[in-house]
């Protein structure tokens, strides 16, 4: 059974520091998708990392994948304060539509 | 173009009550699938429906069930409530197969 954990569970940073978050997950998979929740609202897509060594960014976020590692980051450069939320990393069963997500990692970036 | 969308936003239940939650995917999309979101946990996959039939299916009993319409929209029933039923249900649409999935802003389900 595919089991995905996220670490660190909580994070409080201060603004224009950088840290990263880790995804592992069990078993092979096909692709790897990263989300930011705000509390009480729905999933917004921030990445999603289909082969080995991909890398995406968008602003301060920048995600990875090492497909051999089974392992996902998400590294935050210089936070800023509308960067707290939870972020989740999900990932599919190979084969398979359904997703299996991390328990989440609530950020929360302090002036 | 509307995005995913899901009513009621918010309902509250009692006990051994039956609910309906409706989702009406994103334009253009076909597959729609449905996660329950415990607080302070991330979503777990409940099942899966294309073509009006539900392909795949997370671990939830069968008190959980849905249907999907011609038109791509999709119903989650749940007879018998829990106290622990009590979640964010969240509705997630795609193409089928396709990589990238939406998803709705949500149901707040409470049951008392």
């Known amino acids: 059974e595919l089991k995905v954990e996220q670490n660190p569970l909580f994070l409080s940073m201060q603004e224009g520091k950088n840290y990263t978050i880790y995804c592992n997950y069990s078993t092979t998979s096909d692709r790897l998708y990263w989300y930011r929740q705000d509390p009480g609202k729905s999933l917004e897509s921030l990445f999603v990392?289909?082969?080995?060594?991909a890398v995406k960014q968008e602003g301060r976020l920048m995600a990875s994948l090492d497909t051999k590692a089974r392992l996902s980051t998400l590294h935050i450069t210089a936070a800023v304060h509308d960067l707290s939320a939870t972020y989740f990393c999900a990932v599919n069963q190979g084969g398979s539509e359904k997703l299996v997500f991390g328990k989440g990692t609530k950020l929360t970036v302090n002036p | 173009d509307a995005g995913v969308t899901q009513s009621p936003t918010h309902l509250i239940k009692t006990r051994g009550q039956q609910v309906t939650l409706r989702c009406s995917p994103k334009s253009g999309h076909d597959t729609v699938s449905w996660y329950q979101q415990a607080l302070g946990q991330g979503p777990q996959f409940i099942f899966q429906y294309y073509e009006e039939e539900e392909r795949q299916r997370g671990n939830f009993p069968d008190r959980f069930s849905g249907h999907q319409f011609p038109n791509y929209s999709s119903e989650l029933n749940v007879n018998a409530l829990l106290l622990g039923d009590s979640a964010l249900y969240l509705c997630?649409?795609?193409?089928?197969?396709?990589?990238?999935?939406?998803f709705g802003q949500g149901t707040r389900l409470t049951v008392v």
């Open positions: 990392l289909l082969s080995n060594g």
């Open positions: 997630a649409s795609s193409l089928f197969r396709q990589i990238e999935a939406f």
